[in-house]
């Protein structure tokens, strides 16, 4: 549905002296009906990116796809039309205060010099599907901060857009709201087929509606990919940091090592070793049970250390620290029967 390729936009430095990238050679790819997520920094060059998908933003060099059609060797006029196709939410709602609920959704079909009658018969429904017809009427300054992001939405699809980009577009609620908006966008992609684009600095609305995501760093796409993989397993070192407590249970904290050290180097029975194990969720398994069958199964005990583990679309993800004491043989072979239930194993004894 939507295709960069080699989009870098080149802005001059605020000294006017030399210039710097907001976006840097950024190919992206985004399959129909999707609900893609950019996350990154702030200042990474998301919102210029998205732009740049509906020409808002005209890329210093690269080529915008959109649905087949080449937006960057379009006239004027041409784009235009096609931006009619590509609807756009923002944090701040950008509704006129001077306009009712009803006339904030009809605005862009009057600018489109729509008949009246045709208006009232799209935007009447459009109120339906996002929950404001008892709101019709009312101006954006007696409307809640989810109801006016509602409108947004409602005038957003008011030309029948194939495609919605939301830049933080709930940035600004409370997170019973964004759940409820993030609810209405689900429907949204599901009953009307849409492609989304969301942008967004909150890791729960990536986990909660996308399936794809790009991380973008200094206006370049660091990691990409369906989000449950991004988030189990996250490589760059922005993204780590962006996935917040993930990234805590990763590394041992300062303040842990000199009892696991005690603990590792304690006296035990001759015949047994005790190793420090970090255990990350690769594939689709639940530990507890892999953990404690393996432990059962080969007369180990462990003692978990650290751990932060959550649920994307139902399958989990993140690491438990652990360490596990029994007989070498034993514990050699529960690595095996751990590892081949879609847990990675690392052994970290030696790091200590
Ligand atoms: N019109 C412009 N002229 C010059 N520099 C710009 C312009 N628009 C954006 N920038 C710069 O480009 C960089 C990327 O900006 P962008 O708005 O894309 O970041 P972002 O990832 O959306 O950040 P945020 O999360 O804060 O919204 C920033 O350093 C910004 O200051
Ligand atoms: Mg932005």
């Not at 080149?10 to 893609?36: M, P, Q, S, W």
């Not at 849409?194 to 399936?211: A, F, P, Q």
């Not at 917040?244 to 047994?272: F, Q």
Request: proline share 3%; hydrophobic share 40%.
């Amino acid at each position: 549905m939507i295709d960069l390729q080699h989009i870098t936009q080149e802005y001059k430095n605020a000294d006017g002296k030399g210039t710097f990238f907001a976006c840097k050679d950024v190919n992206l790819h985004i399959d129909r009906g999707d609900i893609f997520g950019i996350i990154g920094r702030s200042g990474a060059g998301k919102s210029t990116l998205v732009r740049c998908i509906n020409l808002l933003n005209r890329p210093t060099s690269g080529t915008v796809i959109v649905d087949g059609k080449d937006l960057t060797k379009m006239t004027e006029e041409q784009l235009r039309a096609e931006r009619r196709q590509i609807g756009m939410i923002f944090q701040h709602f950008n509704l006129l205060s001077s306009r009712t609920v009803f006339n904030n959704v009809a605005l862009p079909l009057e600018l489109a010099n729509t008949p009246k009658e045709a208006i009232t018969k799209k935007v009447m429904p459009l109120l339906e599907l996002v929950g404001l017809t008892e709101h019709a009427n009312k101006y954006p300054s007696q409307l809640s901060g989810g109801q006016k992001q509602r409108v947004g939405i409602a005038r957003a699809l008011s030309s029948d857009p194939k495609i919605l980009l939301s830049d933080e577009a709930t940035s600004a609620l409370d997170p019973e709201t964004t759940q409820a908006t993030l609810q209405l966008l689900k429907k949204i992609n599901k009953e009307l087929g849409l492609t989304i684009v969301m942008i967004t600095h909150e890791m729960d609305v990536v986990k909660e509606i996308c399936r794809r995501v790009a991380v973008m760093d200094k206006g370049v796409i660091v990691e990409e990919g369906d989000v449950i993989d991004v988030f189990r397993d996250p490589k760059c070192e922005v993204t780590q940091a962006m996935l917040g407590t993930a990234v805590s249970a990763r590394s041992i904290p300062a303040s842990m090592i000199e009892r696991v050290r005690k603990l590792l180097t304690s006296p035990r029975e001759l015949n047994k070793a005790m190793h420090l194990l970090r255990l990350t969720f690769v594939g689709s398994s639940t530990t507890a049970p892999v953990l404690s069958q393996a432990c059962h199964k080969f007369e180990l005990d462990f003692n978990i250390l650290l751990g932060q583990v959550d649920e994307v679309q139902s399958e989990s993800y993140g690491t438990l620290t652990l360490v596990i004491e029994g007989t070498e043989d034993n514990y050699l072979k529960a690595v095996d029967f751990i590892s081949s239930n879609g847990v990675r194993v690392e052994d970290l004894t030696h790091v200590i």
